[in-house]
């Protein structure tokens, strides 16, 4: 029997990074029927991602960088699914 522990994905881009930083955060989610991502409209996890970028940026990348995709990432979604019919 092979035992094999289980990996994070590998993240490929800036953009990949940001947004994984994001979700382990807590600032974002993703719609559970469409994948999209949204705003949890928490500013305490928006602040944590930010002090994550700025902490511990990818290897070449410097804080700066960082943390301006996080917010870069932050401003480009929103708060509801666009695929989901609004709530009544």
């Not at 979700?23 to 989610?29: K, P």
């Not at 932050?74 to 609004?86: K, L, R, W």
Request: net charge negative.
């Amino acid at each position: 029997m092979l035992m094999t522990r289980e990996r994070r994905p590998t993240i490929r881009t800036l953009r990949g990074w940001a947004i994984s930083v994001l979700q382990e955060a807590g600032a974002i989610r993703e719609c559970e029927e469409h994948g999209w991502m949204q705003d949890r409209g928490d500013p305490h996890a928006r602040e944590r991602a930010l002090d994550i970028a700025r902490l511990a940026p990818p290897s070449g990348i410097s804080p700066d960088e960082a943390a301006a995709e996080v917010r870069d990432i932050m401003d480009s979604i929103g708060d509801t699914c666009p695929e989901c019919p609004p709530e009544k």
